[in-house]
């Protein structure tokens, strides 16, 4: 007579939860070889031991339990290599989405504990800063309800991804604004990006160049002094304004709630005869 052994043998030996044994019998992927009628166990044979190994093994590729079951039924090799290229392009594309996300970790980190060690607050500096791409809402801002309502607009064309907007939202001072001095509003809102979602709309950039930078804290309240000490320093040096400002916020409320923490920074492009301005 051939060993049978128990659920709870099946489930420990192959390492495998008894809840889900029990779900593959109910759904016809993996039933038992016998129940018994008056008390209803389930009993498994030496010989069902490769099928559940299948079984794993096919989970642990990621196959979905449907794919499994049509393949076990059928068990043609054509289906199953036509299933491992399907699965080896997901996988490829998952990596590809994985390398991206831990490059965005590693920058945040980086900046973050920049941030952290920096200590030269409403003090100008010269910055060499890269093209930036952005995706942006082109919509006069002067409440935080309104950079809210533009934001959520911005996460509708950006897909939705949350992802995005942490310590990477910015705002734009037009020219015609800092040559005013109004600094009670903003001409748009951005965010920044690293790359596009598939199928959507072509971004803007933020131009390569040198850019006159000051970081600070207390939030917009503050960002009006940094301005005009921003434009006193310009004057002062000689240097021209060459585009509109950018306001990004670093550190928000929602990565600490510690306000001595929380961090902005302006940045005003300028054209300057310098030649080795600090470089970021």
Same mark, same amino acid.
């Given at each position: 007579?051939?060993?049978?052994?128990?659920?709870?043998?099946?489930?420990?030996?192959?390492?495998?939860?008894?809840?889900?044994?029990?779900?593959?019998?109910?759904? %016809?992927?993996?039933? #038992?070889?016998?129940?018994?009628? @008056?008390? @209803?166990?389930?009993?498994?044979?030496? =010989?069902?031991?490769?099928?559940?190994?299948?079984?794993?093994? +096919?989970?642990?590729? %990621?196959?979905?339990?449907?794919?499994?079951?049509?393949?076990?039924?059928?068990?043609?090799?054509?289906?199953?290599?036509?299933?491992?290229?399907?699965?080896?392009?997901?996988?490829?594309?998952?990596?590809?989405?994985?390398?991206?996300?831990?490059?965005?970790?590693?920058?945040?980190?980086?900046?973050?504990?920049?941030?952290?060690?920096?200590?030269?607050?409403?003090? #100008?500096?010269?910055?060499?800063?890269?093209?930036?791409?952005?995706?942006?809402?082109?919509?006069?801002?002067?409440?935080?309800?309104?950079? =809210?309502?533009?934001?959520?607009?911005?996460?509708?064309?950006?897909? @939705?991804? #949350?992802?995005?907007?942490?310590?990477?939202? %910015?705002?734009?001072?037009?020219?015609?604004?800092?040559?005013?001095?109004?600094?009670? @509003?903003?001409?748009?809102?951005?965010?920044?990006?690293?790359?596009?979602?598939?199928? =959507?709309?072509?971004?803007?950039?933020?131009? =390569?160049?040198?850019?006159?930078?000051?970081?600070?804290?207390?939030?917009?309240?503050?960002? #009006?002094?940094?301005?005009?000490?921003?434009?006193?320093?310009?004057?002062?040096?000689?240097?021209?304004?060459?585009?509109?400002?950018?306001?990004?916020?670093?550190?928000?409320?929602?990565?600490?709630?510690?306000?001595?923490?929380? +961090?902005?920074?302006?940045?005003?492009?300028?054209?300057?005869?310098?030649?080795?301005?600090?470089?970021?």
């Amino acid at each position: 007579m051939k060993k049978l052994y128990a659920i709870g043998e099946m489930a420990k030996m192959h390492n495998v939860p008894i809840r889900t044994l029990r779900y593959y019998d109910a759904i %016809g992927l993996f039933k #038992p070889a016998s129940v018994d009628e @008056g008390s @209803g166990y389930r009993y498994y044979s030496v =010989e069902q031991f490769e099928h559940l190994n299948t079984i794993k093994y +096919l989970k642990f590729l %990621g196959f979905s339990l449907k794919e499994i079951d049509e393949h076990l039924a059928a068990r043609d090799m054509q289906g199953f290599l036509r299933l491992l290229k399907k699965q080896h392009g997901a996988t490829a594309a998952m990596l590809e989405k994985l390398q991206a996300i831990a490059a965005q970790v590693t920058n945040r980190i980086n900046e973050l504990e920049d941030c952290a060690s920096f200590s030269m607050l409403e003090q #100008p500096l010269l910055k060499t800063l890269p093209r930036r791409l952005i995706s942006i809402s082109t919509q006069p801002v002067s409440s935080e309800a309104q950079w =809210e309502v533009a934001l959520s607009k911005l996460e509708r064309l950006c897909g @939705g991804h #949350p992802s995005l907007f942490i310590g990477k939202v %910015g705002f734009i001072v037009t020219q015609d604004r800092l040559r005013e001095k109004r600094f009670d @509003g903003y001409d748009a809102v951005f965010i920044f990006r690293d790359e596009l979602s598939p199928n =959507e709309a072509a971004a803007t950039c933020l131009a =390569e160049g040198v850019y006159l930078c000051m970081r600070f804290r207390d939030g917009h309240g503050a960002a #009006p002094v940094c301005y005009e000490k921003m434009l006193c320093e310009i004057e002062r040096c000689g240097y021209v304004v060459n585009g509109d400002a950018v306001e990004r916020i670093l550190i928000d409320e929602y990565i600490t709630k510690d306000e001595k923490m929380q +961090l902005s920074e302006i940045q005003i492009p300028v054209k300057t005869d310098i030649d080795s301005p600090v470089t970021e």
